[in-house]
């Protein structure tokens, strides 16, 4: 039950794009069409941003995209804002388990 | 709108016991899958255990399982995480969570601080 992979922080310019990867297995990510990301705010709950690969739920900004290539998931942030900044975290159902990633700190510059 | 309130979390010493309930409102309980996700201090979200929605079938964590039971009672609209044995790791915010692989809504979270 390894935690999937995440790079520990990313950051970009207001306006620019940034793609936060998410690595797995066969055995989940690459394995099911249940992978999704959340946003974190310091002291508050996740809100999911991403499910089943690159669905996004009512009231996302169409600048939150995913995609799968393989084991790897990636959410990408088009256009940042001041208020994209935040931790991300990737998750995927693995049979009877489910992972999350370690998390990754979106910094706007 | 969908509602999920925590209650039951405190300070309790190693090996002892505490039971975490989940108040759901604003959706359709009895058919929706359920889980507890838990975040230590300063680190990431950690799944603890998922229940399916008629409550058949239950799914835990390696490291609480034996330990931490999921449970539900669809007529209260309730979600609850019984917690024994528990250790100095078990420490974080519990969030009660809707959906079982997908997870769409979550509550405000519960602290549960396991020390001496």
């Known amino acids: 039950q390894s935690a999937l992979t995440q790079p520990p922080s990313a950051s970009g310019s207001p306006g620019q794009s940034v793609t936060i990867s998410c690595t797995g297995s066969?055995?989940?990510?690459?394995?099911?069409?249940?992978v999704s990301w959340y946003q974190q705010y310091p002291g508050k709950a996740p809100k999911l941003m991403i499910y089943?690969?690159?669905k996004r739920p009512s009231g996302v900004p169409a600048r939150f995209s995913g995609s799968r290539s393989g084991n790897t998931a990636s959410l990408t942030v088009s256009g940042l804002q001041a208020e994209d900044e935040a931790d991300y975290y990737c998750?995927?159902?693995?049979?009877?388990?489910?992972?999350f990633g370690g998390g990754t700190t979106l910094t706007v510059l | 709108e969908v509602q999920l309130v925590e209650s039951g979390g405190g300070l309790v010493q190693p090996g002892g016991s505490l039971r975490l309930s989940c108040k759901a409102s604003?959706?359709?309980?009895?058919?929706?899958?359920m889980t507890w996700v838990r975040q230590a201090p300063g680190k990431g979200l950690d799944w603890v255990a998922t229940?399916?929605?008629?409550?058949?079938?239950?799914y835990h964590v390696d490291s609480v399982r034996g330990r931490f039971t999921i449970s539900r009672d669809n007529a209260d609209s309730s979600l609850y995480l019984q917690m024994d044995s528990l250790r100095a790791e078990d420490t974080g915010i519990y969030y009660c969570?809707?959906?079982?692989?997908?997870?769409?809504?979550w509550g405000h979270g519960i602290l549960v601080a396991v020390s001496s």
């Open positions: 998750s995927a159902y693995a049979g009877s388990n489910r992972l």
């Open positions: 229940i399916k929605p008629d409550g058949s079938e239950t």
């Open positions: 089943e690969v690159n």
């Open positions: 969570v809707k959906g079982g692989a997908n997870f769409a809504s």
């Open positions: 604003g959706f359709t309980f009895s058919s929706s899958w």
């Open positions: 066969s055995s989940d990510v690459g394995g099911n069409d249940y």
